[in-house]
């Protein structure tokens, strides 16, 4: 009795309707365009996705005061032994800053860009999170207009990079690398053309997107698929232990979606900042 | 009754195309892990540098497999 409800809250928290038909109902494209819940049929409708959204950014944005806060009170006290919650925000902090920033950029243009790096790992980290956390179940991230505008934030910034850096420069050195036979250029401007300049932005912001959606879909199938084979009418003894094992399949995926949301910002950081290495260096 | 069945032809298509999709970055994948496997074994000192590039190769390769993912929904 308390497995099954225990199942039963899972299948509800998948996103499912906690009817079971007799048909099994695999998850759709559908999950990712839920109903509106304020505003509809305008630019400005809201729906669960955007909601998740805008409490990750409030949550965000209420850590970050709170940390900068620490971080001034303790500096100003000359305070050194941090509490919990400050080392925290240092650990963090530290890991874009040393492992990411510093590591590819190194220390004068790692620290040139840090803000951007760091706004970048959060929020992609924030937003993916939510697709594990139990009653919100579906990542920010997994609607493509998020990663479109983190994608052309490094976009343009590895642009204005290398133009503050070399000038007009910086689009010859972009598309005609040194030392490639002339016959072979034109060939060459338009690979480079295609990957550097239209590529790039589009693989982080898909990247991101289709992890999320993957993710997302094998869970939903996970969980349904457990609700389908203990609940549905047809239910015997055997596939119930069938549900068993999807329902552990689903519980391993779960697990799986913190390490891949946690990958997911850290490459997606790294990329860019190694986009902007690349357009700063002098040679390609 | 005959464009429903072609719809779900196209849907089984759509399945059988991302699994020839899959194949390509699998491999690559696999290259890019055991190449560094193979170079941490033999510069361990390395391994966090090493580590870093992986994580970028993988993402490089994994790419072509979400786009073979994603082009379903483009073309559908």
Known sequence: MLLSNALNLAATMAGLSASSGDEFEPPTIGEFFPQAILFPNTIFEMNRIMMIRILIMVLLLVIFSLWTSKFRKAYKNQQFVPSRFQLMGEISLNFVRKSIAHEQLGEKDGDRFLPLLATTFFIVLGMNITGIIPSLNISGTSVIGLPIVLAAAAYFTFIYAGIKKHGGHFFKLALIPDGVPKVFLPLVFLIELLSTFILRPVTLALRLTMNMVAGHLLLVLCFSATQFFFFSPLAEGFTKAFGAGTFLFGFVFTLFEILVAFLQAYVFTLLATVYIQLALADEH | ?76
């Not at chain 2, 966090?48 to 993912?69: C, D, H, N, R, Y």
């Open chain 2, 1 to 76: 009754m005959a464009v429903q069945e072609t719809a779900l032809a196209i849907a089984h298509l759509g399945a059988l195309g991302y699994g020839l999709a899959a194949i390509g970055p699998g491999i690559g994948v696999g290259l890019v892990v055991s190449k560094t496997i193979e170079s941490i074994a033999r510069q361990p000192e390395l391994a966090s540098k090493l580590q870093v590039t992986m994580w970028l190769g993988i993402a490089f390769t994994e790419a072509l497999a979400l786009i073979g993912l994603a082009t379903p929904f483009i073309f559908a």
